[in-house]
């Protein structure tokens, strides 16, 4: 191999170090320190120019941590060596060859660290993705457990034949209370249990302002759903909200029956509570039907039987109250002064109706205790259904 210069060398250092690369780019000033060590050292610079090649083209970190601590190593770095044996030489030599070993010492350990944070560079740009890392799931939305109730809903009435009917939220004190035959001076219509907009229109209580509007709207038959969100002045509690959500069910026609609406109610609660439950019609008063009725189911959590087990012992049923059963909606004959007011005539037509709030299967459906959780809309609650 050509010879760099004409200055003898230690020969410490592999040859083959000559072929790596002009450190300038690495460390500028190279020239100069080279033009200087000679001025001190001549056999010292030749030393110098090979080892800050070595450092300069070390391949890898691996490689770099080698030659450096051939050189620089605080034991058996070759540099350190020749520190070390510095004061054996005479006095004027001593002088140059320690100011000529510090000086390399000082600038190879820059060639040294830049070559470092060079290859480290290249090493965090040439890392892309770790293609064995697992993928990032992306975050998925789903409907609300209200939405899937009245979903499911919708979809069991849409097969007997039903529609559905949206109707406003904010409603008509007439339409609200009025039409559907509440008494003028029904408890109902008080303003501390509902919330007036203005004189005479009102959040609506319930859904069923909605068939007065589809039937003033429509001709008989009508089967047809009315889902929605409603409001009362209600004290909140864990089980009492100021906003929650039903659905009703209208079915007008000419020989609509009580026993029409009995099965109707047995295909919901089975389809909702499972086949095995059981269900009963209690007589209760409603002013938009006659008869009315409420409909029991056999209580989803003790079977019925109005107690559980616990521990081997018996335990009285806190969700029906040792009752065995469960009030799950409202029901009954339209009354005839309801067909009235929307013009259809009793003697012509009949139809049942029904409601039922949707917090109300979501909560026993899945065992939530506090109906308040439904609206806070908090995604580590609503990501459990
Ligand atoms: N609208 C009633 C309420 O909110 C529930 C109800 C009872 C709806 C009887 C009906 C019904 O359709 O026939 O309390």
């Known amino acids: ?32 320190k ?47 060596l020749a520190l070390g044996e510095v004061g054996k030489l005479p006095i004027e030599e001593r002088k140059r060859t320690g100011r000529a070993l510090n000086l390399i010492k000082r600038w190879l350990a820059e060639i040294s660290e830049a070559r470092r944070s060079q290859l480290e560079a290249a090493a965090d740009s040439r890392s892309g993705p770790d293609v064995t890392l697992p993928g990032r799931r ?8 209200l939405a899937q109730i009245q979903s499911e809903l919708l979809d069991l009435f849409h097969g007997l034949g039903y529609s559905v009917y949206e109707s406003r939220e904010s409603e008509l004190d007439e339409y609200n209370f ?21 004189p005479g229109v ?34 909140v509690d864990a089980s009492h909200m100021d906003q929650f959500h039903q659905i009703d069910g209208l079915n007008v026609g000419p020989d609509v029956s ?36 409420q409909m029991d189911v056999s209580c989803v959590i003790c079977d019925g039987r109005g107690a559980v087990t ?11 109250r040792g009752s065995g059963w469960l009030e799950v909606l409202g029901a009954g004959m ?23 709030g949707l917090e109300r299967i979501a909560m026993l459906r899945h065992g939530v205790p506090e109906i308040r959780l439904f609206l806070e809309n908090d995604v580590r609650f609503l990501g459990q259904f």
């Open 178 to 198: 009025g039409k559907l035959n509440f008494a003028p001076d029904h408890p109902a219509r008080d303003a501390h249990d509902t919330y007036f907009l203005s």
């Open 334 to 356: 339209v009354h005839p002064n309801v067909l009235r007011a929307v013009g259809y005539d009793p003697e012509q037509v009949t139809g049942f109706a029904f409601g039922m």
């Open 310 to 320: 616990e521990n081997g012992s018996e335990r009285r049923c806190s969700v029906c």
């Open 138 to 145: 992306p975050w998925v939305g789903r409907p609300h457990v």
């Open 258 to 293: 009580m026993a029409d609406l009995k099965g109707t109610l047995n295909t919901f609660a089975r389809s909702i509570y499972g086949e095995r439950v059981r269900t009963r019609l209690i007589p209760i008063y409603f002013p938009f039907v006659e008869p009315g009725c």
């Open 1 to 32: 191999m050509k010879k760099r210069d004409s200055h003898p060398r230690s020969g410490v250092f592999p040859e083959a170090w000559d072929r790596g690369p002009d450190p300038e780019t690495l460390v500028p000033g190279q020239a100069a």
């Open 202 to 235: 009102v959040m609506r209580t319930h859904t069923s302002p909605g068939w007065v509007r589809a039937m003033e709207e429509r001709r008989p038959p009508l089967r047809l759903v009315f889902p929605g969100r409603v409001y009362r002045a209600e004290q």
């Open 34 to 80: 080279l033009a200087e060590l000679r001025e001190i050292a001549p056999p010292r610079a030749a030393d110098y120019e090979r080892a800050s090649r070595g450092l300069a083209g070390a391949a890898d970190p691996a490689e770099l941590l080698e030659r450096h601590s051939m050189i620089l190593g605080r034991e058996r770095g070759q540099v350190t």
